[in-house]
């Protein structure tokens, strides 16, 4: 049973750090793409991060270039997404899932629904 686990949201002022963490399980982590999603409420969920799987080469969106860091340790199977110089519209619930190629192209995960329930992220001073 596939099963993504969010961790490390909270409440942090403008400028500071989080680092989330998601514990993946029920499927070959260590052989897929991953990536970190993020959502606001009436928007759709958008990547703000994916990474290959051996973790040699990750992508972000633009807002987020330079301030946020994906990366994944395989043995534990655990994603990360490290967090500085948070701006208020950085404020989202924030997802792990497979990259957006892999969602799109693996039959599994295309007819599957197997989000977590998020880690909640809210800057503001």
């Known amino acids: 049973q596939v099963q993504l686990v969010e961790s490390g949201g909270g409440l942090v002022q403008p400028g500071g750090s989080l680092t989330l963490s998601c514990s993946a399980s029920?499927?070959?982590?260590?052989?897929?793409?991953m990536a970190w999603y993020r959502q606001v409420p009436g928007k759709q969920r958008d990547v703000v991060a994916h990474?290959?799987?051996?973790?040699?080469?990750?992508t972000y969106v633009v807002p987020v270039r330079g301030r946020f860091n994906i990366s994944r340790d395989n043995e534990k199977n655990t994603l990360y997404l490290q967090m500085n110089s948070l701006k208020p519209e950085d404020t989202a619930s924030y997802y792990c899932?497979?990259?957006?190629?892999?969602?799109?192209?693996?039959?599994?995960?295309?007819?599957?629904?197997?989000w977590g329930q998020g880690t909640q992220v809210t800057v503001s001073s």
């Open positions: 029920g499927f070959g982590f260590s052989g897929l793409g």
């Open positions: 990474i290959t799987a051996d973790g040699g080469h990750s």
């Open positions: 899932y497979v990259d957006p190629v892999t969602r799109s192209t693996n039959q599994e995960w295309r007819e599957s629904n197997y």
